[in-house]
C-alpha cells in the first residue's frame, strides 16, 4: 500500500491486518511511518517501506517488497495521494500542475505497472486505488487535483478492462471529505484561495452529503477490505463513491 502511515491508508492498513492480511505499506517520512509500524503491533506481519512513490523507484521498491518479505503479492492498494497547492485554473503554475499529478496520478502508474508483472502471471489479484469524489466533479481551487482524479478513474477502466479475464480486478473508491490531518493542514490554504475560511470550506462539502455529515476513515477502508475480498472478485472497473452521498451517483 503507498501512503500507509496516517490518514486513510493507516485506517485500511488496520482493517486489512484485521482481516489477517499481511502488510507493506510506504510513506515519506521515516519516522512517522516506524512509529505507525510500531504502533499496529503487528509483528512480521507488517513492514514500513519508506520513499517517495512519486520517484519510478520508490514506487517500484515498495510493490517487490512484498514479494521479496511475503512470497507474492495478492493486493495493491494506491492510497498516497495529496494536494501540493490550490489555484483557480487561470493561476495555476507549472509547478503546482505537475506537482499534483506526480503523486495522485503518476505514482498510481508506476506502483500498478509494478503489481502488474506480479499479479497477472499468478492470474489473480486486486488493484484499489483511492480517487475522490472529485473525480467525479471539480470544485474551484482544485483543477489540478481533480483532473488528476478523473484521470485514475479512466487509468482504472483501462486496467480492468484488459486483465479480467486474466483474474485480476481493479477499482477506484471515491471518498467524500474525511477529517484527516491532510485536510485540516491544508484546508486554510483552500479556503485563502477562494477568499473564505477553513470552517466555510469545510462546511460546504459536508453540506453536500445526504448524510449531513463527513465520511470517516473507517468506511472508506471497509470499502478497501471489500474490494480485497472473495466477496468482491465480481466488481471491477467502478468507481465506487464513499461519500454520504455527496455525488449520489
Not at 519508506?50 to 493486493?75: I, N, P
Not at 508483472?117 to 482544485?142: C, F, N
Not at 465480481?234 to 455527496?246: C, E, F, P, Q, R
Request: proline fraction near 2%.
Amino acid at each position: 500500500m503507498t501512503g500507509g502511515s496516517r490518514g486513510i491508508g493507516r485506517r485500511v492498513v488496520e482493517r486489512f491486518l484485521d482481516a489477517g492480511a499481511s502488510v507493506v505499506f510506504s510513506g515519506r517520512d521515516e519516522a512517522t511511518g516506524e512509529q505507525a509500524r510500531k504502533e499496529l503491533d503487528a509483528g512480521d506481519r507488517a513492514l514500513f517501506v519508506g520513499g517517495d512513490v512519486t520517484r519510478r523507484q520508490d514506487a517500484e521498491r515498495m510493490v517487490d517488497a512484498a514479494v521479496e518479505r511475503f512470497g507474492r503479492l495478492d493486493v495493491l492498494v494506491n492510497n498516497a495521494g495529496g494536494m501540493p497547492g490550490f489555484a483557480l485554473v487561470g493561476e495555476t503554475d507549472d509547478a503546482l500542475w505537475h506537482d499534483t499529478l506526480a503523486v495522485n496520478l503518476h505514482a498510481v502508474f508506476y506502483a500498478t505497472r509494478r503489481a502488474l508483472a506480479h499479479l497477472v502471471p499468478q492470474r489473480s489479484g486486486r488493484i484499489i486505488t483511492m480517487s475522490s469524489i472529485e473525480g467525479k466533479q471539480a470544485d474551484p481551487g482544485l483543477g489540478a487535483y481533480a483532473t488528476a482524479k478523473h484521470a485514475v478513474i479512466g487509468l482504472t477502466k483501462a486496467v480492468a478492462r484488459e486483465v479480467g479475464p486474466l483474474g485480476v480486478t481493479a477499482n477506484c473508491i471515491c471518498p467524500g471529505i474525511v477529517m484527516t490531518d491532510m485536510i485540516q493542514d491544508r484546508g486554510p490554504l483552500a479556503a485563502q484561495v477562494l477568499g473564505t475560511t477553513y470552517d466555510q470550506v469545510v462546511a460546504a462539502f459536508v453540506a453536500k452529503a445526504a448524510t449531513g455529515r463527513a465520511t470517516t476513515a473507517d468506511e472508506v477502508a471497509a470499502m478497501a477490505v471489500l474490494l480485497a475480498s472473495e466477496a468482491g472478485a465480481g466488481i471491477t472497473g467502478a468507481a465506487l463513491s464513499v461519500d454520504g452521498g455527496a455525488t449520489c451517483s
